[in-house]
């Protein structure tokens, strides 16, 4: 079946509302001729009458009352589907699905969920926190957009743009004996208990590599499930951890009982970056993200 167009449902609609051709023809921007030709067309189309016309009146038949409620919503739903279109070619139009690690979250976040709002407010932002593994696969699987993450992570097939370094510094508590060091070296910590975080956190996954430069051995006394939780162990005595200088800040506040000690010449670092699939076509957004997380750092 031959289906109307998108014109001639927009004369049908002028010329019920007008309920006059001239009227109707110049809310289309066409000629009254032309008018006329696209609701002739439309009424052959469907085999009905839609209008009685003589030289003083139009009324609309029954069929044309019928049809009006529903070309009214085609035609509503076809503006609201090209104004949608319009704003997808816009910067962070719709919602973006933003995954983030718990060890940069509550240190990069709220910052830039401000700055993001202020210069794109049309932005909806839908915001998860978990594990780099789990990220990585609602990102494969197309339920988040883009990560913000360390780039050091198995990060499957995803693109990635780079963000930051992020050096570790050495957090002990108060008392311990490297407290009044101004700078340490790999070696200081070849004979310490270094906690670590639990099982998942990629940051577990880099302490560990560089324990295995000195020989070092973190400790499986005890495992924590968050950075928060982890420093007040440290505070307590019961060993040292490693820190990214992002949260420094905010979990070595005075009064904690913390000491945070950076390393020397040759510093071990983190890469924070975005990671996304490479068939989206929303990169340019990413490198706009990106720019705005270097501003804020």
Not at 171 to 193: G, Y
Request: net charge negative; charged share 25%.
């Amino acid at each position: 079946m031959e289906m109307p167009t998108n014109r001639q449902l927009e004369c049908f609609a002028a010329v019920f509302e007008t309920l006059n051709f001239r009227q109707a023809a110049e809310k289309c921007y066409i000629s009254q001729p032309a008018l006329s030709a696209q609701i002739k067309q439309f009424e052959q189309l469907l085999g009905i009458l839609l209008f009685e016309r003589d030289k003083r009146r139009v009324l609309p038949t029954a069929a044309a009352k019928s049809l009006f409620p529903k070309v009214e919503k085609i035609l509503r739903d076809t503006r609201i589907l090209a104004e949608d279109s319009h704003r997808f070619g816009e910067p962070f139009s719709g919602t973006l699905r933003l995954g983030v690690i718990p060890t940069v979250a509550p240190y990069l976040l709220p910052k830039t969920i401000r700055s993001l709002h202020r210069e794109f407010p049309q932005v909806r932002l839908s915001i998860c926190e978990d594990h780099t593994e789990r990220l990585v696969e609602s990102l494969e699987e197309g339920d988040l957009d883009v990560l913000l993450l360390a780039l050091e992570a198995d990060l499957g097939s995803a693109e990635t743009i780079d963000i930051l370094s992020d050096p570790f510094w050495l957090v002990v508590d108060s008392k311990h004996s490297l407290a009044k060091r101004q700078r340490i070296a790999f070696e200081d910590i070849a004979q310490e208990n270094i906690l670590l975080l639990d099982d998942g956190h990629c940051l577990r996954d880099q302490t560990l590599e560089i324990c295995n430069r000195v020989t070092a051995k973190g400790s499986d006394d005890f495992r924590a499930s968050s950075l928060p939780t982890l420093l007040e162990m440290v505070a307590g005595g019961l060993g040292v951890s490693l820190l990214p200088e992002m949260a420094i800040e905010s979990e070595c506040r005075p009064g904690r009982g913390l000491t945070p000690l950076p390393y020397g010449d040759i510093s071990p670092f983190r890469t924070i970056g975005l990671a996304f699939r490479a068939s989206s076509h929303r990169q340019p957004e990413y490198n706009l993200l990106a720019d705005l997380l270097r501003r804020e750092m």
